[in-house]
């Protein structure tokens, strides 16, 4: 059984989850997801592990309720058990030392950076992250990133907290000083942010990996909802990633990926609000 040890809220849709799940929490690794299923008839959720405590033998998970079955699990209390958590899942992030490395973050991308910059600064690098968010209440994790990272910089877009602007604002600063260009970013969040990073280190040559979770469904490699054009190849993010090389990827087919399950959903939604 996979009991839900704490469900604590962040935001008003955002909940970080704490799921008892031992074998998963002494095998992942940065850049790893589980499928969680809550419940008999709800639908399988592929969600980033932000953290794992060996010792606990727990693992963290942090949902946004966006849709039908996300606002389910979110709605279910400590104490109670998920029916079933499959992982660890996909191919761990390819960790060295760079050097200087950035990772940018929007919304609960930025819980899916977080094993990431922790492993790469373990590995000897300098990491600064970035975190964005339209206004300071959607700002996660600042806290947390500052205990290994060599900087952590904050933009929102109402300039309700830190640099008024989007986490490109500061990157592109921070790109064009050779003292603070990073040899890698790293940038996971919405598609459209994503696009944005990989378009602006694409001129100074800097390695770009962007995390596809955002674009997965079911998680299996059934659906076919992740599939993916990578450098002329058709990749799955679920089975092949979720990350790639942010310059390979072609984000004008990913863009229409996310719309294509859009219907049904807000046709479960209407359902949950009856
Ligand atoms: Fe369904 Fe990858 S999420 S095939």
Known sequence: MFRILANTPV???????????????????????????????????PLTIADADQRQGSITLFVQAVGYSTRRLVAMPAGASLRDVAGPLGRPTHIERWGRVTCAGGGVGTAVLYPVAKALAAAGNRVTTLIGGRTASLIIMAEEFSAFCEKVLITTEDGSLGQEGLVT??????L????????????????PMMRAVAEMTRP????????LNPIMIDGTGMCGGCRVMVNGEMKFACVDGPEFDGHMVDFDLLADRLTTYRDQECRMLKKLEE
Not at 21 to 34: C, D, E, L, N, T
């Open 11 to 45: 935001t008003s849709n955002l909940h970080r989850l704490d799921i008892s799940a031992p074998r998963i929490a002494s095998h992942r690794k940065p850049g790893q997801f589980v499928i969680v299923h809550a419940e008999e008839d709800a639908e399988r959720i």
């Open 169 to 174: 604002t500061v990157l592109d600063a921070q």
């Open 176 to 191: 064009r000083a050779e003292e603070s260009r990073p040899q890698a970013v790293f940038a996971a969040g919405p598609v």
């Open 204 to 211: 100074w040559k800097v390695h770009t990996i962007v995390s």
